[in-house]
């Protein structure tokens, strides 16, 4: 292959994959692969293992093999955003990646995490727990955020393009939030740090609460919070997909609440991979859901 020619100009299926390190259990080719039967497309999806150490060379090979790009995941979405030659505008802000696409010879990076995590609160066929009381118009009130880390960068970005007022971080190292300020820069998105002892009351007339530590995770110890100062029309979020029901979505359910897993942003995360790639925007219907729920459950 010349390097004018993309993977789509050829009669050939075209390939992807995701770039992690384990990449064992990523749900990501249940997910490609049931949109590729879907909508009848010649393709392929795997997992493509990459050490740290082997990443460079590995995106690179699959630049020469024809690729049409790849997904990445822990630990490299950092690495793929330095690897790449262009990058849109929000990704250059997170200086972390999670899909790449090759086009003439050039590596395009993008990040679609900040997306899937919006496209999870639209109330679709997806939604976990819909509530009468939920106010869709979500963003006109303050947003309390659990965390810091990686994981928090993406959706803050996405937070500041939903026009949130005020952002409420409180997180275990409260210095880590003065790092995430650069986020909100030049926005009217306010941030305020707030103690980890106080991380209950900063939920007053919030419009929702983002848990993004791994506080309740599979192994992890469940996320210590009181929702009573919550009101009722908030929603509650919790990043986490392995357990679905944390004992946060639980506790925010069993207050009529609407709770919201962490399914939906990676279901709708992958959307934007799947069209860049195989040039049709795929569809997040309850069937793929139920697939990856019934996998997570492990029947999969
Ligand atoms: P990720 O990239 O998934 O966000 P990370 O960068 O390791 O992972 O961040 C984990 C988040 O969970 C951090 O906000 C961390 O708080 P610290 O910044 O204080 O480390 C938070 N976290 C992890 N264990 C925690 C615990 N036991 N109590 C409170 N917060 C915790």
């Not at 790849?70 to 955003?81: C, D, G, I, L, S």
């Not at 330095?82 to 696409?101: E, I, Y």
């Amino acid at each position: 292959m010349t390097s004018r020619e993309t993977p789509n100009s050829r009669h050939t299926p075209v390939k992807a994959g995701i770039l992690g390190w384990p990449v064992k259990h990523s749900r990501s080719p249940l997910i490609h692969d049931y949109w590729l039967k879907m909508y009848g497309i010649e393709g392929s999806y795997e997992k493509l293992p990459a050490t740290a150490e082997d990443f460079e060379k590995i995106v690179r090979g699959l630049v020469d093999a024809g690729y049409a790009g790849a997904n990445v995941t822990a630990p490299h979405k950092e690495a793929a955003f330095a690897l790449a030659d262009l990058a849109d505008a929000r990704t250059a802000q997170l200086k972390a990646a999670n899909l790449l696409v090759f086009k003439d010879g050039a590596i395009h990076a993008s990040n679609t995490d900040g997306y899937g995590f919006l496209q999870s609160l639209g109330g679709g066929p997806d939604d976990a727990g819909f509530n009468k009381n939920w106010d869709k118009n979500w963003s006109a009130h303050p947003v309390a955020l659990l965390g810091a880390g990686g994981a928090s960068r993406a959706i803050i970005g996405a937070l500041v393009e939903a026009g949130v007022p005020e952002l409420r971080i409180s997180n275990r190292t409260l210095e880590k939030i003065d790092t995430l300020r650069f986020l909100c820069e030049g926005t009217p998105t306010n941030i305020s740090a707030v103690a980890w002892d106080d991380r209950a009351a900063m939920l007053e007339g919030c419009g929702l609460l983002v848990n993004t530590t791994s506080l309740g995770m599979s192994g992890q110890p469940a996320l210590d919070i009181s929702l009573d100062h919550l009101p009722d029309f908030a929603a509650v979020v919790d990043i986490v997909y392995a357990p679905l029901q944390t004992p946060l979505l639980r506790a925010a359910a069993l207050k009529g609440l609407r709770a919201v897993d962490g399914l939906g942003m990676l279901l709708h995360q992958a959307v934007p991979s799947f069209a860049a790639w195989f040039g049709v925007k795929p569809e997040v219907t309850p069937e793929l859901r139920q697939l990856i729920v019934t996998n997570l459950e492990g029947k999969g």
